[in-house]
């Protein structure tokens, strides 16, 4: 995806093949492109992970791009949800997106690496208002990356639910 708006209707979700291989050779990049006003549940009950993107298996690269007043359980925006999903971002800015965990991202396996990338002003009623980090996780933040003025419960910037099993550089 390169140079688009996505309003309201597409919520992008990457997986396994039907036979179970994981999509190791599976890239998908986004540039240039603001992902906005997607409702994906949100509720406590609701299972939804990822109000723009689910990630479980490949490697995703999203580059100058914008993600907007989002919403779902867990990962207003972008959720990393199995253990062979890798997503680098690099100057994109998260950004009014709400969340139960993880009011911008929420890592609940795989790999994350932020460049130059601003999390400001994204919710969770519980925790990791821009970040929500699970066990047995990789996340590194490097190159003028921001995360400040995040609201939750518990870890406004982020939270780490098991600190012994997770690595953040």
């Known amino acids: 995806f ?14 396994y093949h039907k ?24 509720t406590e009950s609701d299972a939804a992970a990822g109000g723009a993107i689910e990630l479980r298996a490949g490697d995703l690269r999203v580059l100058g791009s914008q993600f907007v007043n989002l919403r779902a359980r867990d990962g207003g925006a972008l959720a990393l949800t199995g253990e062979h999903a890798r997503a680098s ?4 800015t998260f950004s009014a997106n709400w969340a139960v965990r993880g009011g911008a991202i929420y890592v609940g396996a795989g790999v994350l690496t932020l460049s130059g990338t601003h999390i400001t002003g994204n919710e969770a009623t519980r925790e990791g208002g821009g970040l929500y980090l699970e066990q047995e996780t990789s996340v590194v933040m490097a190159d003028e ?6 609201m939750a419960s518990q870890g406004k910037s982020y939270f780490v639910a098991n600190a012994a099993a997770t690595e953040l550089y």
């Open 145 to 150: 990356t921001v995360v400040m003025k995040n």
């Open 19 to 42: 036979g179970g291989s994981p999509l190791a050779h599976r890239h998908v990049s986004i540039e240039g492109c603001v992902m906005e006003g997607r409702r994906h549940g949100g």
């Open 2 to 15: 390169e140079g688009i708006t996505l309003r309201g209707g597409l919520r992008i979700h990457l997986d």
């Open 89 to 92: 971002i690099s100057s994109s």
